[in-house]
């Protein structure tokens, strides 16, 4: 090992610091640490190496040792940004040690590269009684100045919200704030994640959007030269991220967009939002569906809005991720026919549709199909005519 680390400043280091890897293996603890040491406070051994080393220290010395070493190394004046950055990077298996959190209340509030590098940690790389503690260390970095820094930290904060209520709080007033042009869209895709999996963020997520709606209503920017209704804007971006098509597992966002379409169901400004959002998230297999709650979202004079919803709802039940019950769907689709709405109406005709064809077009559906093409709305038998059961 001595042999090796003596490559540690040369053109051999990447190569050699690596072997000392494999052989640090098979070394007395207090060996090894005497050999890293060398190795850290040598002063031509490349940054590679140094970083390797504390690397080594971390996950082959005994807890107590690696921790008075790394924090050693850190705070010694002269050493480089990026052996102090994988300094904080290593800190997240030696907690157990006060010197660590030290360390790390320390590089929260340092130089980028340090509050970058105490982000990369994830809830699961630490013990759950840790979590709280680390997540306000997080909630401290995300509130810089620097925008590159803020980016990463309102990410951060999305995964770490089930810790950390302050977190969540954090990213709806970044959202709500409308001076902010430049971060707000990395800390509503935060929100939507920490709704997803806190009751905290579903609560901060509700109240971004009861304060967008309110101020969406009083605004003044319509149309202006420079900005139109940016409160409104910020809702319908996190309507979209809450949709059924965004990147988020539909099991995992579908109780926050739930509550989210409840919620602006109660703005007219708002009403298509909420409608398209219950929509994409009517559980299909639930009994019943209740698809007459998302068709009364729509209203009586919105045919535009119903033809929307009606699509979704449809695509979604060809789709087959959402099939549900054939039998139930039947009985819900024949409800909503014998309503003689508008939505109930063609929200039958997308169910019969994608479910006749599933079916091949049994008899249950083709009654329900030839009721459709009578239907009081024009439009609803024209949609009902539409469907094929039988192709020339």
Excluded at 116 to 133: C, F, N, S, T, W
Aim: glycine share 8%; net charge neutral; charged share 25%.
């Amino acid at each position: 090992m001595p042999e090796l680390l003596a490559h540690a400043g040369g053109d051999r280091a990447r190569v050699a610091v690596y072997a000392v890897g494999q052989a640090s293996r098979q070394a007395r603890p207090s060996r090894l640490a005497g050999a890293l040491r060398d190795v850290l406070e040598a002063p031509d051994a490349k940054v590679t190496s140094r970083k390797e080393a504390v690397r080594l220290a971390a996950v082959r010395l005994p807890v107590p040792d690696a921790a008075a070493l790394i924090t050693e190394v850190y705070a010694r004046p002269g050493t480089h940004r990026d052996v102090r950055a994988a300094c904080v990077a290593r800190t997240t298996g030696l907690l157990a040690r006060e010197e660590a959190w030290d360390l790390l209340h320390d590089a929260a509030g340092g130089a980028p590269v340090l509050r970058a590098a105490l982000l990369r940690a994830v809830p699961q790389d630490l013990p759950e009684d840790r979590r709280g503690r680390y997540a306000r260390l997080v909630c401290e970095v995300a509130g810089t100045d620097d925008r590159a820094t803020a980016l990463l930290a309102f990410h951060a904060l999305g995964l770490w919200a089930p810790w950390s209520a302050e977190g969540a709080r954090t990213l709806a007033g970044t959202v709500t704030d409308l001076t902010n042009r430049g971060t707000w869209h990395a800390a509503a895709n935060a929100l939507i994640s920490a709704a997803s999996s806190a009751p905290e963020g579903l609560s901060a997520l509700l109240d971004t959007l009861r304060t967008l709606a309110a101020t969406d209503a009083g605004e003044d920017d319509d149309a202006g030269e420079r900005r139109d209704r940016p409160a409104r804007q910020r809702v319908e971006y996190l309507a979209v991220g809450l949709g059924a098509h965004g990147f988020r597992p539909g099991e995992a966002v579908r109780p926050a967009a739930r509550a989210a379409a409840e919620l602006l169901a109660g703005y007219d400004a708002h009403a298509a939002q909420a409608a398209v959002l219950a929509a994409g998230h009517v559980d299909l297999t639930a009994v019943p569906p209740r698809l007459d709650r998302v068709a009364a979202l729509v209203g009586t004079d919105r045919p535009a809005l119903a033809v929307r919803i009606a699509g979704e709802v449809g695509n979604r039940l060809r789709s087959r991720q959402s099939a549900g019950d054939a039998a139930v769907l039947l009985a819900e689709a024949g409800e909503l026919a014998g309503h003689g709405g508008h939505a109930q109406g063609l929200l039958a005709v997308a169910v019969t549709g994608a479910l006749g064809e599933r079916e091949d077009w049994p008899a249950p559906w083709r009654a329900l199909l030839r009721t459709l093409r009578r239907h009081p709305v024009p439009d609803v038998r024209d949609a009902a005519l539409e469907e094929t059961t039988v192709h020339e």
